[in-house]
C-alpha cells in the first residue's frame, strides 16, 4: 500500500511540528499506519525523534526505537546515530539512552565506533570516565575498532580530570598500534 501524498515528502513531515501539544494525533497517526499497513521509512521515525526531543520528551522519543521494529523497520547504525546524538544532548537523560544501547544488538542492530564515539564523548563530558573506559573496551569485545577519535575523547576526558599521565599512555597505546602508525 502506497504512503498517503502528505507523507511522500520528507518536508511536509516537518508538520509533525504542529502536532507539539497534540501528541495523541502523533500516536494515532501511528496506529492507523500500522494498521493500514502503509510502508514507512526509517525517514519518519527519525523526525518523531526529532520532535520528541525538541519538546523535552525524552522516554518517547527512546520508544521510537520500539515502534521502528513493530512495524519491522529494522534501524540502521546510521539511525542509532541520529537518535543518540539527538537525545545524549540532555545529560540527565544518558543513563537510559546507555540502557537502549545495551540492547539494540538483541534486535539485530548493530551499533559501530560513532555510536561508541557519542556515547563515550557524553559519558567523558558528564565526567563518568569509568562508563566511557568501559564502552571503549567493549568496543574489542564487539570486534568494533575504535578511532583516532575515540581516543580523542578519552584522552581529552582524561585531561579534565587532570588525569593527565594516563592521557600520555592512552596515546602511546594508540600509536603503538599498527593501524595508527605513521608510515
Avoid at 53 to 70: G, I, P, Q, S
Avoid at 95 to 117: A, D, E, Q, R
Avoid at 145 to 161: A, F, H, N, T
Wanted: with cysteine; net charge positive.
Amino acid at each position: 500500500m502506497e504512503m498517503p501524498p502528505i507523507f511522500k515528502s520528507t518536508k511536509t513531515i516537518t508538520v509533525g511540528n504542529s502536532f507539539l501539544y497534540h501528541f495523541s494525533l502523533i500516536d494515532d497517526l501511528l496506529v492507523r499506519l500500522k494498521s493500514d499497513q502503509y510502508r514507512v521509512t526509517p525517514t519518519l521515525f527519525s523526525y518523531l525523534i526529532k520532535i520528541y526531543v525538541e519538546a523535552d520528551l525524552l522516554k518517547k522519543a527512546l520508544n521510537v526505537f520500539y515502534k521502528m521494529l513493530e512495524f519491522n523497520v529494522k534501524p540502521l547504525p546510521r539511525h542509532l546515530n541520529h537518535m543518540l546524538e539527538l537525545i545524549i544532548s540532555h545529560c540527565n537523560f544518558i543513563m537510559p539512552t546507555f540502557n537502549l544501547f545495551k540492547t539494540t544488538h538483541k534486535y539485530g542492530v548493530f551499533p559501530n565506533t560513532k555510536s561508541y564515539n557519542i556515547l563515550m564523548g557524553a559519558f567523558c563530558l558528564n565526567g563518568d570516565l569509568s562508563i566511557a573506559y568501559k564502552l571503549f573496551n567493549k568496543m574489542f569485545d564487539r570486534d568494533v575498532m575504535p578511532d583516532v577519535e575515540s581516543y580523542r575523547i578519552l584522552m581529552q576526558g582524561l585531561c579534565r580530570k587532570s588525569q593527565v599521565n594516563r592521557a600520555v599512555d592512552l596515546l602511546e597505546d594508540m600509536l603503538n598500534k599498527d593501524s595508527y602508525r605513521i608510515h
